[in-house]
């Protein structure tokens, strides 16, 4: 049985990392992507080594994750159920010439359909989005070679991010139903569009602002969906702090300095203080 020190990325991320993560994905550092991307790939090399891996990510999105993981010459298949996702993600791949890599229009509850075994599966900024998260985290384990891992990484659905979201938006509403604050509301959403950044870490094309999340998740409740799924929590992560949290991102995103300053934070703080969580689960 495998144990995992937490692999915290916030300030140690090596100069070539960087480099191949701005080469093979959209992710910004800014946006925590980086810090992601990092800790996916180095628990995945922790585990495997050297090894070539054969893995499956479900809810690829823009194909940021999967593209960089084909870049160390891992086989990966890519799913999603957005076509327009699809789409973009096999123009990064063809962009890339990444041979080791492919796509595929796919539901994430079908997953046993698309090839198996794996070594591991990949489910980044999915489960909040899912009226049955179990079942995902179910399938990803029956697809998994033994001693296999999956990769989850989530919101914190009661962190910072999460609470910006839900106070901007119960703004909106109050600002909308008051005639004399349209003006207001018009020059709020200018000076969004102003201040936002066009390769945030998202996963989709059509991802949307967080309001699309139907789970908002304790690491309590994750804890307990994994361990009903037959995975044993071998490491976990933090992503970021308050740098992608209104109204402070409007000034942390500008620094890459303030954002390193944030990733640390995440990783020294206790945990429910974070904006998301990483976790790494062995079958």
């Not at 296999?148 to 909308?176: A, D, F, M, Q, R």
């Not at 936002?196 to 949307?208: E, F, K, P, R, T």
Request: a positive charge; charged letters at 20%; aromatic letters at 8%.
């Amino acid at each position: 049985m495998l144990t995992l020190q937490a692999h915290c990325v916030g300030s140690v991320m090596d100069k070539q990392s960087f480099r191949r993560y701005e080469r093979y994905s959209e992710y910004s550092y800014e946006s925590s992507g980086y810090k992601k991307l990092d800790y996916i790939v180095k628990n995945i090399q922790t585990v495997f080594g050297s090894a070539k891996c054969k893995i499956l990510e479900i809810g690829c999105g823009n194909g940021n994750i999967s593209t960089v993981l084909a870049s160390y010459g891992h086989e990966v298949l890519a799913i999603d159920i957005s076509e327009d996702c699809i789409g973009y993600a096999a123009a990064l791949k063809k962009k890339l010439n990444l041979k080791n890599l492919s796509f595929k229009v796919s539901n994430g509850t079908e997953i046993q359909g698309v090839g198996e075994p794996y070594d591991a599966v990949i489910c980044s900024e999915v489960l909040e989005h899912l009226d049955n998260p179990e079942s995902v985290v179910s399938k990803a384990y029956s697809v998994l070679k033994p001693g296999g891992i999956l990769i989850v990484t989530v919101p914190n659905g009661y962190g910072p991010w999460e609470l910006s979201v839900k106070v901007g938006s119960k703004l909106s509403e109050l600002i909308s139903k008051n005639a004399g604050l349209a003006n207001l509301q018009r020059s709020i959403s200018a000076l969004n569009k102003h201040l936002s950044l066009g390769d945030m870490c998202v996963q989709s094309v059509n991802a949307g602002d967080g309001s699309a999340h139907v789970q908002f998740f304790t690491r309590k409740q994750l804890h307990q969906i994994f361990l009903a799924a037959g995975f044993r929590v071998i490491a976990s992560g933090s992503s970021d702090f308050i740098a992608n949290a209104a109204p402070f991102s409007a000034l942390i995103l500008k620094s890459k300095l303030l954002c390193r300053i944030d990733f640390a934070l995440a990783d020294m703080l206790p945990s429910v203080a974070a904006s998301g969580w990483y976790f790494t689960l062995e079958k």
